[in-house]
């Protein structure tokens, strides 16, 4: 007993069965995705800066995909959205559905490893996956579609703060809607 020193330290991991899962009714599933929708293709037609610096489709898909913690679920959320978002544009079908089928099997994937509860997490993860959905899509719409893009660190970190901002406030509205599994 005397060369021995006994301690009591208890190891913690998160497993898959801890983690929660959410799912979300019917009307909030398709009329939250629908309302971002047209928030991003209308007030830009009153107050044209707004697109420049909000993506609240990005913000929705990485809230349904974080809260789901799927990644077939967040990779088809982020898909639909971005599809959806490409046809009321004037791009190319596909952009924004390509980059946010990335963000969604990304943001889901992290959801799953990391307590996406508390607001400094959503902040990181936001301006995380904003950055990552800018980076895909400026290389996708360079790259494959040929498209004149221009690059700016600034902008992009600007715009990806704004972001972080707007969706930790607008997750927590969103928060209320969750029913657990």
Same mark, same amino acid.
């Given at each position: 007993?005397?060369?021995? /020193?006994?301690?009591?330290?208890p190891i913690t991991y998160t497993s898959g069965e801890q983690v929660e899962v959410y799912r979300?009714?019917?009307? /909030?599933?398709?009329?939250?995705?629908? +309302?971002? +929708?047209?928030?991003?293709?209308? /007030?830009?037609?009153?107050?044209?800066?707004?697109?420049v610096y909000f993506d609240l489709p990005l913000l929705v898909t990485i809230f349904f995909a974080?809260?789901?913690?799927?990644?077939?679920?967040?990779?088809?959320?982020?898909?639909?959205?971005?599809?959806?978002?490409?046809?009321l544009g004037h791009n190319p079908i596909g952009l924004y559905g390509i980059a946010k089928t990335?963000?969604?099997?990304?943001?889901?994937?992290?959801?799953?490893? +990391?307590?996406?509860?508390?607001?400094?997490?959503? *902040? +990181?993860?936001?301006?995380?996956?904003?950055?990552?959905?800018?980076?895909?899509?400026?290389?996708?719409?360079?790259?494959?579609?040929?498209?004149?893009?221009?690059?700016?660190?600034?902008?992009?970190?600007?715009?990806?703060?704004?972001?972080?901002?707007?969706?930790?406030?607008?997750?927590?509205?969103?928060?209320? *809607?969750?029913?657990?599994?």
């Open positions: 007993m005397m060369g021995r /020193i006994l301690t009591s330290v979300f009714s019917f009307p /909030i599933t398709v009329g939250v995705p629908l +309302l971002a +929708l047209f928030v991003q293709a209308f /007030i830009p037609l009153r107050f044209p800066r707004f697109a974080m809260a789901r913690r799927s990644p077939i679920s967040g990779l088809l959320t982020g898909a639909v959205i971005g599809l959806a978002q490409d046809m990335v963000v969604g099997y990304g943001a889901s994937s992290l959801g799953v490893k +990391l307590d996406v509860e508390n607001a400094g997490a959503r *902040f +990181l993860v936001t301006l995380g996956f904003y950055l990552v959905h800018a980076a895909v899509y400026f290389t996708v719409a360079h790259g494959l579609v040929n498209m004149t893009q221009t690059w700016s660190w600034r902008y992009g970190v600007l715009a990806g703060v704004a972001n972080a901002f707007v969706g930790v406030a607008l997750f927590f509205v969103l928060d209320k *809607f969750k029913q657990r599994t």
